[in-house]
């Protein structure tokens, strides 16, 4: 059954606690827990605490991690650099299955310099799923790599390459993010949900407005289409909303927000229901 839910970094400036409140209020089933939440990353990872809020809230029922990636780049040219984004990958794995977490999306790294990337690049990023390759041996947790925007330094950006790791990675599983699918080409999310849908585990659903990305879903036409495209395959993971609140005119109020999650929380039920 699919889980409705939304990225805990939209609720950026507030504590863990008052997170799960407002998910909860909003009516959505799902958290994506971003380990760089700072109540969180801030308070050397205080797991605990989101345990006991998930026990708290036994209406979210669907809990899943993202690893972190601001500063972090595991296939970046400066060896100390890619060394510690791989720790905290394969620390992620622990914590996110310590927290009960259905899935954890990882990011793939990018070339350091805003150019192609080269032998050495990929290089680096076989050595980092090697690393995740290895600690998915030790749980039963969904890793999920998530496409890319189509950059110049991305290392995994279209449909074909994500396909191909997959091929060569059957351990590992695809988060869909669909704004970053969406800065190429509208029809770009419908070409990774047919070539990649088989071993689709989770999905980050937002929209673009011009080259903007990550707006609510809004009751748009396109999305709808993206939501009915998977449901014809039988998609049946989570639809977290990843929302950027400062691509707002003015911050956001913790009941505006609320608000905004229920109008898409609506909408992804009658499009998926």
Same mark, same amino acid.
């Given at each position: 059954?699919?889980?409705?839910?939304?990225?805990?970094?939209?609720?950026?400036?507030?504590?863990?606690?008052?997170?799960?409140?407002?998910?909860?209020?909003?009516?959505?089933?799902?958290?994506?827990?971003? %380990? @760089?939440? *700072?109540?969180?990353?801030?308070?050397?990872?205080?797991?605990? @605490?989101?345990?006991?809020?998930?026990?708290?809230?036994?209406?979210?029922?669907?809990?899943?991690?993202?690893?972190?990636?601001?500063?972090?780049?595991?296939?970046?040219?400066?060896?100390?650099?890619?060394?510690?984004?791989?720790?905290?990958?394969?620390?992620?794995? !622990?914590?996110? =299955?310590?927290?009960?977490?259905?899935?954890?999306?990882?990011?793939?790294?990018?070339?350091?310099?805003?150019?192609?990337?080269?032998?050495?690049?990929?290089? /680096?990023?076989?050595?980092?799923?090697?690393?995740?390759?290895?600690?998915?041996?030790?749980?039963?947790?969904?890793?999920?790599?998530?496409?890319?925007?189509?950059?110049?330094?991305? %290392?995994?950006?279209?449909?074909? /390459?994500?396909?191909? &790791?997959?091929?060569?990675?059957?351990?590992?599983?695809?988060?869909?993010?669909?704004?970053?699918?969406? !800065?190429?080409?509208? =029809?770009?999310?419908?070409?990774?949900? $047919?070539?990649?849908?088989?071993? %689709?585990?989770?999905?980050?659903?937002?929209?673009? =407005?011009?080259?903007?990305?990550?707006?609510?879903?809004?009751?748009?036409?396109?999305?709808?289409?993206?939501?009915?495209?998977?449901?014809?395959?039988?998609?049946?993971?989570?639809?977290?909303? $990843?929302?950027?609140?400062?691509?707002?005119?003015? *911050? &956001?109020?913790?009941? =505006?927000?609320?608000?905004?999650?229920? /109008?898409?929380?609506?909408?992804?039920?009658?499009?998926?229901?």
């Amino acid at each position: 059954m699919v889980s409705f839910g939304v990225s805990s970094m939209f609720f950026h400036e507030y504590t863990t606690p008052e997170i799960f409140s407002f998910v909860s209020r909003a009516g959505l089933d799902g958290i994506e827990y971003w %380990l @760089e939440t *700072p109540h969180f990353w801030l308070r050397d990872l205080p797991v605990q @605490e989101v345990i006991s809020c998930k026990k708290n809230h036994p209406e979210i029922s669907t809990l899943t991690v993202h690893t972190p990636i601001l500063d972090l780049n595991p296939c970046s040219i400066n060896p100390d650099v890619a060394h510690i984004s791989v720790q905290y990958a394969v620390r992620s794995v !622990a914590i996110a =299955e310590h927290l009960g977490a259905h899935t954890l999306t990882v990011h793939p790294g990018r070339r350091t310099a805003k150019r192609p990337p080269g032998e050495a690049d990929y290089i /680096r990023f076989k050595q980092y799923v090697a690393a995740l390759r290895e600690a998915s041996t030790r749980n039963s947790l969904k890793i999920c790599m998530e496409n890319m925007e189509p950059l110049v330094n991305s %290392l995994l950006c279209t449909p074909e /390459r994500v396909r191909q &790791l997959l091929d060569d990675e059957p351990w590992l599983f695809f988060t869909l993010d669909t704004s970053h699918a969406l !800065a190429k080409s509208d =029809e770009e999310p419908f070409r990774y949900i $047919e070539l990649c849908h088989d071993r %689709l585990a989770n999905v980050h659903i937002s929209r673009k =407005e011009g080259k903007t990305l990550h707006y609510p879903l809004d009751r748009t036409a396109l999305m709808a289409e993206v939501m009915h495209a998977l449901k014809d395959v039988g998609y049946n993971g989570s639809l977290m909303l $990843e929302i950027d609140d400062l691509n707002f005119p003015h *911050p &956001l109020s913790t009941e =505006e927000k609320i608000a905004i999650l229920s /109008r898409d929380r609506v909408f992804m039920h009658e499009c998926m229901g």
